[in-house]
């Protein structure tokens, strides 16, 4: 479980659903942004506490590398 305090630039943090690691790069404007090295999101609200855990709300969704290859083929 990783709270907005925890991401901090240049982190790397394991993840459920996505293949590898997310990398953290956090901007001089303060925006969180996590990358799989294919796809980008940004962090647009932090720290919502869920009944499993603590959830980050991103502007985007990201697919495993996996299965953007295969829908890219379709």
Known sequence: MYTSEDLTDRTTIA???VEG???VTVG?????????GVQTVNVVEADIEAENGIVHKIDGFLVPVTLQSNLIEL
């Open 15 to 17: 993840t459920t659903g």
């Open 21 to 23: 690691p997310l990398s």
């Open 28 to 36: 001089a404007d303060g925006v969180v942004s996590l990358t799989n």
